[in-house]
């Protein structure tokens, strides 16, 4: 398993702006995941981070709204830019050591949008 | 696309069992079974790979029919602090790039 750290733990924007989240493990790892969940619903895949190459984004994400970096192996961030209410959400960023392989979670960033 | 999870809830005594299903159109290469707990991240459980086995964690275990795509998660006796959101993950492996789907959660609540 892993320890996984995310900053900010939760945050209020004002439409408009951005915001940066960071996801630390104490680990390296290959493989690096960002999920958003509303409350009381499953988890949604935003993208692939490995490093090295560029973010896989999934269907409905694109990198313009969030950008993503993963400068090294124990390290990633995901940008929540130009927000609106609907980005109201729970982010998350998971972590595994090989593709398929069992994910561990950080606590999640809850940003509220007003 | 997302797998399908069965029931949507459940509300058990202590000591009861439970079943949660979770099956999915597509060829799999694993099911990965995850329990999310009011406020906290998703954790871990068990992870069954192609092959049609079935996994044991404590009192709780998992079986994987890959014909079926089909994958369940046994839950016996259960105790109190089995409470939470059950997820099962489905990852199509290298074709689906090792990514995991989330089925949309089966609800526990297990009552003394």
């Known amino acids: 398993s892993a320890v996984i750290s995310q900053k900010p733990s939760r945050d209020i924007c004002q439409r408009g702006t951005s915001l940066t989240i960071q996801c630390q493990v104490d680990?390296?790892?290959?493989?690096m995941f960002w999920y958003r969940q509303q409350p009381g619903q499953s988890l949604t895949l935003i993208a692939t981070?490995?490093?090295?190459?560029?973010?896989?984004?999934e269907s409905g994400f694109v990198i313009d709204k969030f950008p993503i970096s993963r400068p090294n192996l124990t390290f990633s961030t995901l940008t929540v830019s130009n927000m609106s209410p609907e980005d109201s959400s729970i982010y998350l960023c998971?972590?595994?050591?090989?593709?398929?392989?069992?994910?561990?979670f950080g606590p999640g960033t809850r940003l509220t949008v007003t | 696309q997302q797998p399908v999870q069965s029931p949507q809830a459940v509300i058990l005594r202590e000591g009861e069992d439970a079943v949660i299903n979770c099956s999915s159109s597509k060829a799999l290469y694993s099911v990965h079974w995850y329990r999310q707990k009011h406020g906290e991240a998703p954790v871990f459980l068990m992870i069954l790979l192609k092959g049609g086995e079935q996994k044991g964690h404590e009192k709780i275990s998992a079986s994987f029919n890959e014909k079926k795509q089909q994958s369940s998660l046994y839950l016996t006796a259960s105790q109190l602090s089995y409470s939470g959101t059950y997820f099962c993950?489905?990852?199509?492996?290298?074709?689906?790039?090792?990514?995991?789907?989330f089925g949309a959660g089966t609800r526990l609540f297990v009552k003394a």
């Open positions: 680990s390296q790892v290959t493989m």
């Open positions: 998971s972590v595994a050591w090989t593709g398929g392989g069992e994910q561990y």
């Open positions: 981070a490995n490093q090295g190459s560029e973010a896989t984004y």
């Open positions: 993950g489905t990852e199509m492996g290298n074709t689906g790039g090792f990514k995991t789907i």
